[in-house]
């Protein structure tokens, strides 16, 4: 606080030599008067606003603080969805070829007898195993006992046995370890016979588009 009174009984700041409130005399020169900055307080921080408050029920009131809301998460635009196109498996490069049927084997004794099994187009095994393409409910047959294989290239029907323990037998004559066959030979693996009857001979195959000619 100001303690320094100039002549005319106003209170100024003590380093302050003329007194700006008293009237300037006539005839004496003005001189520009220049008050001393004055350190400034740093402000002090706001007090912090209460958390609003809910009573809570109960045989005591007691007020519980409410949780601040929870921040919206802004609105991601998702992308444009892309539309899926179904391919058929036909149109698929690699797809495999569709095996037709070349010819069959018909059962002639046990319980095969009279049945007709296809022989298609690439491997035919014949076995034991229910996985094979051809079974051979015997004994005395390995689970995987030959293969028939169709050649469409060559237009041949060979039949090869697979390391067999009994023996793949055409004709009656065993085979070491393939054989060719012809219409009408019989197969013989263990004691199950059958006949070979090829629906592909001369001047009769599948082509590309699968017609007979």
């Excluded at 209170?11 to 409130?21: G, N, Q, T, V």
């Excluded at 802004?74 to 058929?88: I, Y």
């Excluded at 023996?167 to 199950?192: C, F, H, K, M, W």
Aim: aromatic share 6%.
């Amino acid at each position: 606080m100001a303690d320094k009174r100039c002549e005319n009984g106003h209170f100024i700041d003590e380093s302050w030599d003329l007194c700006p409130y008293c009237p300037a005399e006539s005839g004496e020169q003005e001189i520009p008067v220049v008050r001393p900055a004055r350190a400034v307080a740093p402000a002090e921080p706001a007090p912090a606003r209460p958390m609003p408050t809910t009573p809570v029920s109960g045989p005591r009131r007691t007020e519980a603080p409410v949780a601040p809301a929870a921040p919206i998460a802004p609105v991601v635009q998702m992308p444009p969805m892309e539309r899926t196109v179904a391919v058929l498996k036909s149109d698929l490069s690699g797809a495999p070829a569709k095996r037709y049927v070349v010819g069959w084997l018909v059962g002639l004794n046990g319980a095969t007898r009279g049945e007709s099994f296809p022989v298609r187009i690439g491997r035919n095994v014949l076995g034991r195993d229910r996985r094979s393409d051809i079974m051979i409910t015997d004994d005395q047959a390995s689970s995987h006992h030959a293969d028939l294989v169709f050649r469409p290239e060559e237009r041949r029907f060979i039949l090869m046995d697979h390391n067999s323990t009994n023996g793949t037998y055409v004709n009656e004559v065993e085979i070491e370890p393939r054989r060719d066959l012809a219409v009408q030979d019989v197969i013989r693996i263990g004691s199950q016979t059958f006949l070979f009857m090829p629906l592909i001979q001369d001047g009769f195959y599948w082509d590309d588009e699968g017609a007979l000619k």
